[in-house]
Every structure is written in C-alpha cells, then in structure tokens.
C-alpha cells in the first residue's frame, strides 16, 4: 500500500453543502482549533444547483469561511446538488477522503433533516466511516491507502427537533462563527433573487444568535452548539460531570 497522505486532521466535519457547516458547528470547529486540534471541512456538493449564486462564487466564498473557521483543510467532492445519494460510488468517495485525513472525530449532520441532501449526508457519512475501516476495500483509489476508521462520529443537531447529548460552549467565538457564514455574500446578502425564500440579512444574526443562545442556556453557558451522540456516555468522576443540577 501507498503511504499516507501528509495532511491528516482530528476532526472532520462533513456536510451536503457549502455553508451548512458554518451554520450548525462552525463555533465548535474554532474552539477545537484553540486547543490545538487540526481540523477539516468536507462539502459533499459544489452549489450549483443554488437558487443564489454560482459554484465558482460558493467555492470562493467556502475557502474564506474556511479561513475564519481556522480550518486546516477544505474540500468539495462532485456530488450532484440537490441530489445528493446514497451509492458505493459515493461512499467510496468519502471514504478515501478519511483515509487521507485519518480524523479521530467525525461530525455529521443530524439523520433527519427537512433538506433531503442534509438527511442523505448523515447516512452516507456513517456508512462511508464504516467502509474507510475496511481492510480489503477497492475502488475510487482508496486501496492505495490504509484502512481508516473514525473514533467518534457525532451529529450537528441545531436545526433537529431533539434533545442533544450534549452542548459545546461556543460563547468566545460567536461572533467569528457568524463572521464565518456571512463571508457568503452569494446567499446572505440582500438581493432580489430568492428574496422570498431567504432570510432578509439584517435577520440573520438574530436568528443565529437566538438559536446558540437557547443551547447556551440549556448547557449553562451563554452561547451553544448542540451535538447528539448514539452511543452512551462514560463517566470516570461524578464530581467532575459539567453543568448544575438545581
């Protein structure tokens, strides 16, 4: 097999579209930054399918965001936008992604989504962890690198109807994470163009805002990330378990 690739990252967001991670995990990306983590954005779709702007302006705009996030790799595979499926191919796809950054944590969107590309995304995403950690696997390249599979796989709950396992305290970065989701002038900024559909800008950080807030409070602090996690926790010291009871 082929060496490894030189860049490698500790934790891999992976989600349908451009943007859709400044939105639901960009906070939490910037704190995993400042306690020395590498971290990495993986867009499944290039945009071209979006109501506003183009591929090549969402493309320009994602490597900014990325820069804000402090994100130490950004790419876009060829996944059709809108039309995001579920296939070997595509999972293939991802899978050699993981094998070249090797990240110990995955985040992927929430499984039930009203945009079917985010739905779609989360059990790709899962069944691509799943085939990176297999020995004999063939296609799309991936036999040339070693088997990789995810410690942890985590879902971005914020726009899921759901109680989160847990909630990561963003409150010193909520204003680059916002920073982060209005480099995409493309799609945020007033315009005619899909002005029925979009959220007028000057609402867009209320509504950001508000929603980290309402995390916040749940998890004691003032800004939040929720996250749901299958599996159950393991606790080594109650005394050290994080938010007050009463």
């Not at 779709?45 to 591929?55: C, F, I, L, V």
């Not at 995955?106 to 297999?134: K, M, N, Q």
């Not at 010193?172 to 315009?191: K, T």
Request: hydrophobic share 40%; proline share 4%.
């Amino acid at each position: 097999m082929a060496g490894q690739t030189a860049m490698t990252v500790d934790v891999l967001a992976i989600a349908a579209h451009r943007d859709d991670v400044e939105q639901t995990c960009g906070g939490t990306l910037l704190r995993m930054s400042a306690r020395g983590l590498c971290t990495g954005i993986l867009d499944l779709t290039q945009g071209e399918s979006g109501t506003r702007g183009s591929a090549a302006e969402r493309a320009a705009e994602a490597a900014e965001a990325a820069k804000i996030l402090k994100a130490s790799h950004r790419q876009a595979l060829d996944l059709p936008d809108g039309a995001v499926a579920n296939t070997l191919e595509n999972r293939l796809k991802i899978a050699l992604v993981l094998r070249q950054l090797r990240p110990r944590v995955v985040i992927l969107p929430y499984w039930e989504a009203r945009h079917p590309d985010h739905a779609t995304c989360s059990v790709l995403g899962y069944e691509a962890c799943f085939l990176a950690g297999l020995s004999r696997l063939t296609g799309q390249g991936v036999e040339e690198l070693l088997p990789h599979r995810p410690f942890k796989i985590i879902y971005a709950s914020l726009y899921a109807d759901v109680r989160p396992s847990f909630v990561v305290d963003i409150t010193p970065y909520i204003e680059q994470r916002h920073a982060s989701l209005m480099a995409y002038q493309s799609q945020y900024a007033n315009q005619q163009q899909g002005g029925g559909l979009f959220v007028p800008a000057e609402e867009i950080r209320e509504r950001t805002f508000a929603e980290a807030r309402h995390y916040g409070l749940l998890a004691g602090v003032r800004y939040g990330e929720p996250f749901v996690q299958r599996e159950v926790g393991l606790v080594d010291d109650l005394t050290l378990i994080p938010v007050q009871s009463i």
